[in-house]
């Protein structure tokens, strides 16, 4: 039999529920900690938040040599999605049987202890069976191996953060910003990056549920349904513009932050201590009785229903700027014209440039160029060389407008990009339904 920590006001804190070995809970408030319907539409909507539109995935598949690629790097990620269930989900709960004191520690004084955490020890499972139960060799070898992902999944998300800022943030600061500036602006951006993760470590330590896993998904519910609700409009209805964008993402993420504050400004009292729930019965109503899951399903829906009003009231974008951007318009073989050239259209401008936009840091390369043909002070190549800024002195080459592609060409050539060469892309649409049919099958097995 399994032995349960003790706990100062109620014996049962540290048992497991009775819907542990379930998928499928129960959507009535205080019952569950995950109900069904969260499970299905509000995680549903973070996937496609994360899947679809998050930085650190786009980039990768981005980097794909075409799309069958794209759907086989796809396709494979959600194979290898099944592994956490069987070599994360179940040694956890292993490990809770295993160490009952340390990792289904209910007693605050006692977790303080063994974890430096007085809301519990969950998130040491993992590393309590690699210290205690593997091998010396294989337990370094493990820790490697775990210390080696989370570093790639940093800097990744470092990487993606940094150039957000640099590119989108920083320029609209400065507008005739050199790449030498843009880069040190992204480096340094990191450096605050990890100084805030830092700092907000505690935050995390001292949240009411001491699940890691539970906090990420929390905030992500209140963070990411503004971002999916826009991609999905933005994708299937052409009648999305700016202005609705604009004000559904900002609607969106007051709405957010403030279920945010109110979450972690009146804390749910733990186990045994709910006659110490001091909370005023407006934040039990909207915040206790609203899973985070269900409130990002009905913030998807409020951020639907305001781009979709805004949208109808502004101006619509030309279908001659939507080829190629919409599902609808993705063979088109139409020159798209970028929304700049179209406003500089309205405004009288003569002439007008068809897609792809410039590059507006190309004037800014030939200075930085010209300025490396100079020698440089020791002080100032050292600073480079930690900045990953090359010294040396590169000429500027004069493009050949004879070589440059036509607008027509280059619209062509992006409508092509899509198609996919058989038996391949029939081979990848087979294995994308078997992963739905296992996943399928998942669920009803643990429902």
Aim: hydrophobic share 45%; net charge neutral.
């Amino acid at each position: 039999m399994t032995r349960y920590s003790q706990t100062d006001s109620n014996i049962n804190c540290g048992e497991p529920p009775g819907y542990a070995m379930h998928f499928f809970r129960s959507i009535k408030p205080g019952e569950s900690d995950m109900p069904w319907t969260g499970m299905i539409f509000g995680i549903t909507i973070s996937g496609i938040w994360y899947w679809c539109t998050d930085q650190v995935i786009v980039q990768r598949t981005l980097s794909s040599k075409n799309m069958v690629h794209a759907k086989a790097g796809c396709v494979l990620a959600a194979m290898i999605k099944f592994l956490p269930l069987f070599i994360l989900v179940f040694p956890g709960m292993g490990s809770r049987v295993l160490y009952t004191d340390k990792v289904a520690c209910v007693v605050p004084k006692e977790c303080k202890k063994y974890c430096g955490s007085e809301t519990g020890c969950t998130n040491t499972a993992y590393v309590e069976l690699v210290l205690n139960l593997l091998p010396t060799g294989l337990s370094g070898l493990m820790l490697a191996v775990m210390m080696a992902a989370l570093m790639s999944s940093l800097t990744s998300i470092f990487n993606s953060s940094s150039t957000i800022f640099a590119i989108d943030i920083w320029t609209r600061i400065r507008k005739k910003a050199t790449d030498v500036e843009l880069l040190i602006v992204g480096r340094v951006f990191v450096l605050a990056m990890v100084v805030v993760s830092v700092i907000w470590i505690p935050v995390i330590q001292n949240s009411a549920n001491s699940q890691l896993f539970v906090y990420i998904q929390s905030i992500s519910s209140f963070l990411s349904p503004p971002i999916c609700a826009i991609y999905l409009l933005a994708i299937f209805w052409p009648r999305t513009n700016e202005p609705g964008a604009f004000w559904g993402l900002i609607v969106g993420l007051i709405i957010g932050l403030t279920r945010f504050v109110l979450e972690y400004a009146f804390v749910v009292p733990g186990c045994g201590d709910e006659d110490q729930d001091k909370r005023p019965e407006w934040i039990k109503i909207i915040v206790g009785n609203v899973h985070y899951l269900h409130f990002g399903c009905i913030l998807f829906l409020i951020v639907l229903a305001v781009t979709v009003a805004v949208s109808l009231l502004t101006e619509p974008i030309p279908e001659k700027c939507l080829h190629r951007l919409t599902y609808s318009t993705r063979h088109s073989q139409e020159v798209r014209v970028s929304i700049r050239e179209w406003r500089n259209e309205k405004d009288s401008i003569d002439k007008v440039h068809l897609e792809p936009t410039p590059d507006k840091n190309s004037n800014s390369k030939a200075s930085v160029h010209s300025s490396n043909m100079q020698e440089l002070p020791a002080w100032r190549r050292c600073i480079n060389c930690l900045c990953g800024v090359s010294t040396q002195n590169i000429s500027v080459s004069q493009e050949n407008p004879a070589d440059e592609e036509t607008p027509e060409e280059r619209a062509k050539k992006a409508a092509e990009f899509l198609e996919e060469r058989k038996p391949w892309t029939n081979v990848v649409d087979g294995m994308a339904i078997f992963v739905m049919t296992i996943a399928g099958f998942l669920w009803g097995f643990y429902a």
